[in-house]
T-cell receptor
Framework: DQQVKQNSPSLSVQEGRISILNCDYTNSMFDYFLWYKKYPAEGPTFLIS?????DKNEDGRFTVFLNKSAKHLSLHIVPSQPGDSAVYFC???????????????FGQGTILTVHP | ETGVTQSPTHLIKTRGQQVTLRCSSQ?????VSWYQQALGQGPQFIFQYYREEENGRGNFPPRFSGLQFPNYSSELNVNALELDDSALYLC?????????????FGQGTRLTVV
């Protein structure tokens, strides 16, 4: 039972263009969503998060959009750079104060390759 | 500020053996979580420790156990190793309050069971 799904195993983008990574979830109790980036031989690094009370959060080149009715979120990277090439994971957490708060459920990941 | 550190980085064990993995949490973080990442998959939550007590567990059998120490460092123990336990084991720490949902990960321990 995969509660968080990233249906695209890989994405290839030209440098300077937009990268859009997608994530779907099934559990309506999820309240926080995060994106992590992972390089080989390193642990995941936090990129950006969004609370379910918002539909958009921006941080520099990274923007996360949340569509609660569709149970869908996306990460936009603009402009994409070769250094962005990595595996991107979408993750979800339950409500603050609840038993699943801070215990992350991850998607399978999407390999992003940005070509110079 | 010291980040999350894990030891060892790589380990090879034989089926049926026991293994202990170690994690030092980031300074100021009192919550530690462990995740298993199989090849080609996302990390899966094993359990979390807060103030030296288990604070939630994922869908893993009891042969996966843990400890948290007064300095908030943690251990993951796996008994009776199986071939399917081969994976990257990730430790993550977070502060209990404030930005608690954001977890900071170590570089992982790659466990191979033969």
């Amino acid at each position: 039972d995969q509660q968080v799904k990233q249906n695209s195993p890989s994405l290839s983008v030209q440098e300077g263009r937009i990268s859009i990574l997608n994530c779907d979830y099934t559990n309506s109790m999820f309240d926080y969503f995060l994106w992590y980036k992972k390089y080989p031989a390193e642990g995941p690094t936090f990129l950006i998060s969004i609370s379910s009370i918002k539909d958009k959060n921006e941080d520099g080149r990274f923007t996360v959009f949340l569509n609660k009715s569709a149970k869908h979120l996306s990460l936009h990277i603009v402009p994409s750079q070769p250094g962005d090439s990595a595996v991107y994971f979408c993750a979800a957490s339950g409500k603050r104060g609840g038993t699943s708060y801070g215990k992350l459920t991850f998607g399978q990941g999407t390999i992003l390759t940005v070509h110079p | 500020e010291t980040g999350v550190t894990q030891s060892p980085t790589h380990l090879i064990k034989t089926r049926g053996q026991q293994v202990t993995l170690r994690c030092s949490s980031q300074s100021g973080h009192n919550t530690v979580s462990w995740y298993q990442q199989a090849l080609g998959q996302g990390p899966q939550f094993i359990f979390q420790y807060y103030r030296e007590e288990e604070n939630g567990r994922g869908n893993f059998p009891p042969r996966f156990s843990g400890l948290q120490f007064p300095n908030y460092s943690s251990e993951l123990n796996v008994n009776a190793l199986e071939l399917d336990d081969s994976a990257l084991y990730l430790c993550a720490s977070s502060p209990r309050s404030g930005t608690g949902v954001r977890a900071f990960f170590g570089q992982g321990t790659r466990l191979t069971v033969v």
